[in-house]
Each structure stands twice: as C-alpha cells, then as structure tokens.
C-alpha cells in the first residue's frame, strides 16, 4: 500500500484492493511521509471508506484541517448508530467531524450553545440522544472538554439528519414540531395519555419521524395496499377517526394529501396505541 496524500501527521490517504481511495488513521503514521512512499501498515488504527467518491475528498479536505481524533469519535458515533440499526449515511462522518472540532474550539473560547430542541430530542430521538451523550463523554476522554447535553442533542441532530438524507438541519425542527402537532391531535381526538416506554409508542415515534419527512420533501409512498386499506378501515372505525383528523390537518397545515399507504401504516399504530391504553390498568 503506498500513501498517495498526507492529511496530517497521523492520517494519510491510500487505495484499497478495489482501487478506492481511503483514509487510513494511526499515531505518526504521517509522519515526514510524502506522496509514492509505503504506507506503514503496522500503524494503521482505523480505516475509513466512503462510497461516495466526492464524500470521502470532502472528509479528507476536513481532517487535513482538523485533529484526527474528531474523525475518530465520528466513526465511534456512526458504528454506535449503526449497531443500534439506524441507518445512517455516510455524510455523518463529514458533518460530525466538522461539528465536534467547531464545539470543541467553541468551547475552549468561552462560548457554550443553548439547545432550543433539547427537550424534544430527548423525547423522540432516544437513541440517537443517547449515542449523542456517549459522543460527549468520548469528547472529554480525548480533550478534557465537557461538551455537554446541549452538545448532545445537538450531536443527535446530526445523525438523525443523516438518517433522513438531507443536509437542512432546519427540516429536523419543521419534523419535530409536526410530530409534537400529531402527537397533540392523537392525544385529545382519543382521550389518551400517552406511555412513553410503551413498544408502541416507541414504533408510532420512529414511524412518524419518516412520516413528517416525507411531509416536507413531498413524497408519497406509491399505494399498494388499497383492498387491505379498505378491510382494516371497516374494523377498525375508532382508530380511523384518527386517521380522518390527522390527514384533515396536515392536507389543511402543509397542502400534502397521505397516501392510502401511509393511512393505513397511521392506522395500523394507532390501533396499537389503543389497543394498548386498554390494556393497561
């Protein structure tokens, strides 16, 4: 393997066997190399490998500016994310790094964020909130900076953009408050209170944060389902009535009309919601 751009002392770029360009970390693995030497591989620590050709320059264009060990904790966050089966892109790696460096040196100036979202990030991301809180404590392992719960959620909101595929943090408070709005409709239209370690609650949570997405980007699932729509709208009215008053407002508030395919997955949890609050003493 030969070393065909130096980053920084610690971490150089190389191709893999299918001739892609990855970025390859480890104490002084850079140093006083240049472009054509070997690549020492005993001092490889971590491999990066982006599918994206574009993503990896840009990666590679941050950690020439920034300490490899911010790239580090992003990889950390996305393996944490990933292994809990969130489906993240590959952009978080940039966008992570990016952000972690810019806190870090906030912070060491003085200046701390306040996290206006905070709350709700806690409340509808769990674990992405919670994979946020680990990115924190791995901050202060390596840096001695307490990032803090602010810096969490706002670490939160970086993965849970990568999971929705696109780059406007902004989206992510536009989705949280039309969840906040169908949770509100849901919980006066049936009288309910919600129990938020509830398995459904959880499914209705991580349904609706796709949902709200696709509000914004306008795209609709193709309907598919229609014949099995129309059986479990006839036995199950109560939940329909749900339904009927979520779809009311969104097609009134954001002019998007839900799919028969996205009634009938609104249907489905909310049967399970109630079938639920029955069940339960």
């Not at 299918?18 to 190399?33: A, H, L, M, S, Y």
């Not at 306040?114 to 901050?139: L, S, T």
């Not at 919600?194 to 349904?207: G, I």
Request: overall charge negative; some cysteine.
């Amino acid at each position: 393997m030969k070393i065909i751009r130096v980053l920084n002392t610690n971490a150089v770029v190389t191709l893999d066997k299918d001739r892609r360009e990855v970025i390859v970390t480890g104490p002084g693995i850079g140093f006083q190399k240049k472009k054509g030497e070997q690549l020492a591989e005993e001092l490889i620590d971590k491999t990066y490998c982006l599918r994206s050709g574009e993503d990896s320059r840009r990666l590679q264009q941050i950690v020439q500016s920034v300490s490899e060990q911010y790239l580090g904790i992003a990889g950390r966050v996305v393996d944490a994310a990933r292994n809990e089966g969130l489906k993240v892109n590959d952009v978080l790696y940039i966008t992570l790094t990016d952000h972690i460096n810019s806190a870090v040196e906030r912070l060491r100036s003085g200046i701390a964020l306040k996290n206006m979202m905070k709350m709700d990030m806690r409340r509808f991301y769990e674990k992405e909130y919670a994979i946020g809180q680990m990115a924190v404590g791995w901050v202060l392992e390596e840096t001695g900076i307490d990032l803090g719960d602010d810096e969490a959620a706002f670490i939160a909101m970086h993965i849970v953009t990568s999971e929705l595929d696109n780059s406007k943090m902004m989206d992510i408070q536009k989705i949280t408050e039309l969840m906040n709005a169908i949770l509100q409709i849901v919980r006066f239209h049936f009288k309910i209170e919600f129990h938020e370690d509830s398995v459904s609650y959880q499914r209705f949570v991580t349904h609706l944060k796709f949902f709200s997405a696709r509000v914004f980007d306008h795209g609709a699932y193709q309907d598919s389902m229609k014949e099995i729509y129309q059986v479990l709208v006839a036995q199950n009215e109560e939940a329909y009535s749900g339904v009927r008053k979520v779809a009311d407002f969104i097609k009134k508030q954001y002019s998007y009309t839900l799919s028969v395919d996205e009634q009938l997955y609104l249907l489905i949890h909310l049967k399970r919601i109630l079938d639920e609050e029955r069940e339960l003493p």
